[in-house]
């Protein structure tokens, strides 16, 4: 990809920048708060900005915690395949699932809430895990004229690889930019969502000065 920016058909999204996710939360990622000032200084280049928000009620069948005796980060068998089970996070309405103070990013145009359905899990800013249910996303960035997403936040093996991998698919070209990015990295998942990323033509960028 051509990695000059063009600020009427471009659009940065910032996947899930929550206080869950950062040190101290209820599913940290190692560092990442670390992203917060580098997103910050990335985000004015861009005219166009849409934040997702991981937005899960209680008891969400995506939490360890509604299925007894499953311990955190197991897997088990969903109706839509293999899901991970995670610790109770972004909980509607907490100060968990509050997007990290620090972020400056109030101009950003849309937030999309996502994991909302009690009974299936959502990754991808595009498509929940059953990669059929849409978030709207794909239409609200089509009628807008939005060409090429790139993506940063959390967690770069989870929900920015599956947002990043759905933006390719649905006929945009998307680009990850890692050094605004944290990893999850259980069990050789990064290693992984890179490959499947990279399969799948997403630019992986490993250097924000190549943005101009
Ligand atoms: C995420 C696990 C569960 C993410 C969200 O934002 O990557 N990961 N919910
Ligand atoms: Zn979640």
């Known amino acids: 990809m051509n990695l000059s920016l063009n600020p ?17 939360g209820a599913l940290a990622v190692a560092d990442g708060d670390a992203i917060v000032p580098i997103i910050n200084t990335l985000a004015p280049r861009f005219a166009n900005k849409v ?16 299925h007894p005796g499953q311990p955190v980060f197991s897997q088990v068998h969903m109706p839509y395949g293999q899901q991970t089970l995670w610790p109770d996070h972004c909980l509607q309405g907490s100060a968990g699932a509050q997007f990290h103070p620090g972020l400056r990013l109030d101009d950003a145009q849309l937030v ?28 609200y960035l ?10 940063c936040g959390l967690a770069t093996d989870f929900c920015v690889a599956y947002s990043a991998i759905d ?7 998307a680009a990850v930019l ?10 050789g998942s990064l290693a992984l969502a890179l490959a499947q990323m990279r399969d799948q033509g997403v630019t992986l960028v490993g250097d924000l000065a190549l943005l101009h």
């Open 178 to 187: 890692l050094p605004a990015s944290r990893a999850i990295d259980m069990q």
């Open 112 to 139: 999309i809430r996502k994991g909302f359905r009690p009974h299936i899990d959502s990754y991808s800013a595009f498509f929940e895990n059953d990669r059929q249910t849409s978030t709207g996303l794909t239409g």
């Open 51 to 66: 934040l997702t928000q991981d937005w899960h009620p209680p008891g969400h069948r995506s939490f360890a915690s509604s």
């Open 167 to 173: 933006a390719q698919r649905q006929g945009f070209e």
């Open 8 to 24: 009427s058909t471009d659009v940065l999204v910032v996947i899930d920048v929550q206080n869950d996710f950062c040190p101290q």
């Open 142 to 151: 089509r009628e807008r004229g939005l060409k090429r997403v790139f993506l």
